[in-house]
């Protein structure tokens, strides 16, 4: 790619974050817009402004930046949790580490690189020169500077394993002082147990009764067994619409908006008296809920204790003689848990595990699809070859610059959009049975997708190395990384400033929000309180972070033209997701910063990336000492990462008997535990058994049975 090429993309991509920037602060303005871009406030109740029109809603304004930047970690902490705490963690982490990069790489390493020969390039028309020029392959081969590069790698290795440190260190605190902090919670008490033996003449409640009665007769509190529920569960939602609808049709003052189709949204199927179709669609669903209220019980169940203790020890002791009965698991959070797979069985969980694994592998391989295309995307001489009518067009200067520094990153980050929705699909259908669960091995998948096809995939293919058998022997993976890598410096740079940049802002107006409430107000007839706060989906945006942490730990020593684009990324994150974190996203869940080891991991693996490059580099460039000396470096990486892991993953994994205790000690002088206790009884009940709370303006005599059996 050449460098105007570059400047091209940069000046594309810069002019949409101002484009999105300038849209927003003006829509955000707008009352009607809200529930887009401040639905946490309108869910709390707050008021959003006067209705009457001011002429400062037409202008934009960047008081929205000085807010969000002053949102301290206390406050985020007491508005979304710990991990949002963690999440904005990540950006700063990020900013820390490659700001000192940057000052290394661009300020030290890039002049070296620019000014070697190896690539024997004509320095006098800066704007048409490739961009290889400012990489370590344009080092001289042996040429003594390398070891600048070498020692570089040491001391940015250093630097990072330092933060890393730190940042475990500073978060394990705050996990830590949150729960010691913290009111009783229904998780802290509570087990769930599986595998139920059936006892013949017994239901599984009285069965969990008696066992848990002689051999906790002094800890046990309550139990909560699960049911066959899930057709319910559907049933009652569709029933909370309906009844939603029939509230919103009896405010309206004028009898004729209350016809309408019946059909699908609204457009279509014959034209009826909606009030009187709705209620007869809720006697329906009445009749049936009737039906399915008496489900079965399945060998699974909640059960809480008295104390953290109790539950603890009730957690990570066997509980029966055969292994495979009395199983117990960590309880999620009432608000966390996720019903429908309580009732799978041994093989449908097993079957789905199989079939999940082989879904992402299939995916995997099909992705390379779009990437080859994009690789071809990136050499003109190529296209020309695969389209020769287009020859005449990609030969203008322009076309040519945005096909090769705009477009491949424009359309990889268009397939790329649809992988973490599937990887959440792959997860909910495992047996997980929390919503945190489910978002923590979404975002597994989808960091590991996006390492192997984002990174090794466009690596790779645009290499003539690009042959799996060269990792089948393990001392060819460095020199074939130090090929492979350096040449796809140019690709990335346009990738992190498309993805990075103008997907950051982008993440500010809302698009799809905004469209969806558009369309519902206008011709749904939706009113302006029928609207749901989103979650930060950190599944896909934790990937994508650490995506560009691989890039720029990889990239450090190779092309450090890279590292002031990530930089920026970085600081534009910070300011855009404390904003939304705030005002738009309110927390489903809360794992207690479980995110942070899946930080730290990734991390520790660039780290171990840029090693094993910088190992075959070294031999490429006949520096042997060097790349013998580097060896070391890799192992120190792993043993600094086993003792971090030691260190500080335990308090990720489970509380301290000395934390349960003093907490359980503490709670015995609160005049409050004996209501948490009467609470917690019925915490986890199942939602689709327990009372609905429809909205008030409701009332009809013959779906009222439906509306308050427990």
């Known amino acids: 790619m050449l460098f105007s090429a570059l400047l091209t993309s940069v000046g594309i991509n810069l002019g949409l974050c101002a484009v999105f920037s300038l849209l927003f602060s003006v829509l955000r303005k707008q009352p009607g817009n809200a529930d887009v871009y401040a639905p946490r406030f309108l869910a709390e109740g707050e008021s959003q402004g006067t209705s009457r029109f001011e002429l400062d809603r037409l202008f934009p304004s960047a008081g929205w930046v000085?807010?969000?930047?002053?949102?301290?970690?206390?406050?985020?902490?007491?508005?979304?949790?710990?991990?949002?705490?963690?999440?904005m963690r990540i950006f700063v982490f990020g900013f820390k580490v490659f700001s000192f990069a940057t000052a290394v790489g661009v300020l030290l390493l890039l002049p070296f690189n620019y000014m070697g020969n190896q690539l024997s390039l004509d320095f006098t028309d800066l704007p048409n020169k490739s961009l290889e020029s400012f990489?370590?392959?344009?080092?001289?081969?042996?040429?003594?500077?390398l070891w600048i590069h070498f020692s570089a790698v040491y001391v940015f290795t250093v630097f990072v394993c330092y933060l890393l440190y730190a940042e475990y260190d500073h978060i394990s605190s705050k996990r830590l002082a949150c729960f010691n902090s913290s009111k009783p919670k229904p998780h802290q008490f509570t087990v769930l147990v599986r595998s139920i033996p059936a006892l013949p003449g017994k239901s599984y409640s009285e069965v969990i009764e008696s066992f848990f009665m002689e051999y906790y007769p002094s800890a046990y509190l309550s139990h909560s067994v699960v049911r066959r529920s899930s057709k319910l569960k559907g049933l009652i939602n569709e029933a909370d619409k309906v009844c939603r609808k029939l509230t919103h049709l009896k405010t309206l003052d004028h009898s004729q908006e209350r016809f309408g189709r019946a059909g699908f949204l609204g457009l279509f199927g014959p034209k009826v008296d909606l009030l009187g179709h709705y209620e007869k669609k809720l006697e329906d669903i009445d009749y049936n809920v009737r039906l399915e209220r008496s489900s079965k019980e399945v060998a699974a169940a909640f059960v809480s204790f008295k104390t953290r203790f109790g539950a603890a020890v009730a957690l990570h002791i066997r509980q029966g003689m055969k292994p495979t009965e009395w199983t117990t698991e960590p309880s999620p959070d009432p608000d966390d848990v996720y019903w429908p797979f309580f009732s799978a069985s041994f093989f449908k969980r097993w079957f789905c595990n199989v079939a999940v694994y082989a879904a992402c592998a299939v995916l995997i391989v099909l992705f390379l699809i779009p990437v080859l295309i994009v690789q071809g995307l990136t050499h003109l001489e190529q296209l020309e070859i695969w389209f020769p009518f287009l020859?005449?067009?990609?030969?203008?200067?322009?076309?040519s610059e945005v096909v090769t520094g705009y477009l491949p990153s424009l359309i990889l980050q268009m397939f790329l959009s649809l992988v973490p929705p599937t990887m959440i699909l792959f997860s909910s259908i495992q047996g997980y049975i929390a919503l945190s669960q489910i978002e923590r091995s979404a975002c597994f998948k989808v960091l590991w997708f996006m390492i192997w096809n984002i990174f090794f995939a466009n690596v790779l293919s645009g290499s003539v190395l690009y042959r799996f058998q060269v990792f089948l022997e393990l001392k060819n993976i460095p020199s074939m990384l130090a090929v492979a890598v350096p040449g796809q410096a140019t690709f990335f740079i346009a990738y992190v400033v498309t993805s990075g940049w103008t997907n950051t802002a982008s993440e500010l107006l809302q698009l799809n929000p905004l469209f969806l409430s558009f369309f519902k107000k206008r011709f749904c007839n939706a009113s302006s309180e029928e609207f749901d706060v989103p979650s930060i989906p950190y599944h896909r945006e934790i990937p994508r972070l650490l995506l560009f942490g691989l890039l720029g730990v990889t990239y450090f020593f190779l092309a450090p033209l890279i590292l002031p684009f990530i930089v920026i990324f970085y600081c534009i994150g910070y300011v855009v997701y404390r904003h939304q974190l705030v005002n738009v996203y309110a927390p489903k869940f809360e794992t207690g910063g479980?995110?942070?080891p899946i930080v730290h991991d990734s991390t520790i693996f660039s780290l171990i990336l840029m090693h094993l490059i910088a190992i075959g580099i070294f031999g490429l460039k006949k520096l042997s000492l060097a790349s013998s000396l580097t060896i070391p470096l890799p192992i120190l990486t792993l043993i600094f990462n086993s003792y971090c892991r030691r260190r500080f993953l335990p308090i990720f994994m489970a509380y301290s008997a000395e934390s349960l205790i003093s907490k359980d000690r503490s709670d015995q002088n609160d005049p409050s535990t004996s209501a948490f206790y009467e609470e917690l009884k019925t915490a986890y009940q199942d939602p689709s058994l327990m009372p609905i709370p429809y909205p008030r303006n409701y009332d009809n005599s013959q779906t009222a049975p439906l509306l308050h059996t427990p």
């Open 66 to 87: 000085a807010r969000a930047w002053s949102v301290s970690d206390d406050e985020l902490l007491s508005v979304s949790g710990l991990d949002a705490v963690v999440f």
């Open 135 to 145: 990489t370590i392959s344009n080092v001289d081969d042996g040429s003594k500077r």
């Open 391 to 399: 020859k005449g067009v990609l030969r203008l200067e322009f076309v």
């Open 594 to 596: 479980q995110f942070w």
